[in-house]
């Protein structure tokens, strides 16, 4: 026999996972905010390149790695730009 509260099991679980990333997106805006780019930047960093490796090693396609590394090369130079707007 199936379990018909599989799929609204599934789907609030879902709903948590989201809920999570999000309050995590909001407590590292907190943080970039209250410090200094040169603590953060290279935390970020390390994030994103670990996004990069793991993205090669399952064989992603050649067009998917570049759209991530044009994001992140985005984000560097947005934050480059803010770096140099607050000198």
Excluded at 49 to 76: F, I, M, P
């Amino acid at each position: 026999m199936s379990d018909l509260n599989a799929p609204e099991s599934l789907d609030a679980k879902h709903e948590q996972n989201r809920q999570r990333r999000i309050e995590a997106i909001k407590r590292w805006v907190e943080y970039i905010k209250a410090e200094p780019p040169e603590k953060w930047g290279p935390q970020q960093n390390m994030v994103v390149n670990d996004q990069l490796a793991s993205a090669q090693h399952a064989r992603t396609s050649a067009a998917h790695q570049q759209h991530v590394k044009s994001v992140a090369d985005e984000l560097a130079d947005i934050r480059d730009d803010e770096s140099e707007t607050q000198k």
